[in-house]
């Protein structure tokens, strides 16, 4: 009895930290009633506890006397990819990230809710927003990609992208610094590139949206290296 308690415990506990990874339970946010979710997992309330009490151990929850549970902070890995040390480290993190990143895109494609639609939007309308700049807009678009990854459902792409975030930054910005163009021109055709991969993305065309995605990170690749993907 105890292992079948335990087994369903897991289930639950990985329920719930799935939400917390993808901020479909976003940070701060009231957690449903005990009675709520052991009807809505289907387990029994000390089951249910075992679950609420291993997320409260990793600081992911926190009980507030009289007002329930609450997302206590958003769940991250303790993934590291250490600094980009050269050029050379630049170019591969770019070539890791189209692999990932096309991917999250397709299956943000599939899996995306109307939530998490709306959250992406969100964040293509503030990085349209962004002041025009080398040094401007950095987590607004940051935040998009992050915001397709979220959308996949799955918190391995969250946790990646999570992780990659200096990274990414470092690699958006020297992007732009050694762009040709104008910093208009060049928000310009990043804004339109990220409108084109929202598009996409909220038509859930798995098959566009990888593309729209892979074509927008090797245009950042050729204006880095100065070269197509088959040299």
Do not use: W
């Not at 940070?27 to 979710?37: D, H």
């Not at 997320?55 to 250490?82: K, N, P």
């Not at 950042?220 to 040299?231: K, Q, T």
């Amino acid at each position: 009895m105890t292992t079948h308690r335990g087994s369903l415990s897991d289930t639950v506990y990985e329920a719930l930290h799935e939400l917390i990874t993808t901020g479909a339970l976003a940070e701060n946010s009231r957690l449903p009633s005990e009675n709520e979710l052991a009807l809505e997992y289907k387990v029994s309330r000390p089951v249910l506890r075992q679950a609420l009490s291993r997320l409260r151990d990793e600081g992911l929850v926190e009980s507030r006397q009289g007002s329930g549970s609450f997302v206590s902070r958003r769940a991250t890995g303790s993934i590291s990819f250490g600094p980009l040390k050269n050029i050379q480290d630049v170019r591969k993190c770019m070539d890791f990230r189209r692999g990932i990143e096309c991917e999250a895109a397709a299956q943000a494609a599939i899996h995306g809710t109307e939530s998490s639609f709306a959250e992406l939007h969100r964040t293509l309308q503030n990085l349209k927003g962004a002041k025009v700049g080398i040094q401007e807009g950095l987590e607004e678009d940051f935040a998009f990609h992050l915001a397709i990854a979220q959308a996949t459902g799955n918190r391995f792409f969250v946790i990646t992208i999570e992780a990659l975030k200096p990274q990414i930054l470092f690699s958006i910005n020297l992007i732009r610094s050694l762009s040709a163009m104008s910093a208009a021109r060049h928000r310009a055709d990043s804004v339109q590139e990220h409108v084109q991969i929202y598009e996409a993305i909220a038509a859930r065309d798995p098959e566009k949206a990888r593309n729209t995605m892979s074509v927008a990170l090797q245009k950042g690749i050729e204006r880095v290296f100065g070269v197509s993907d088959e040299d």
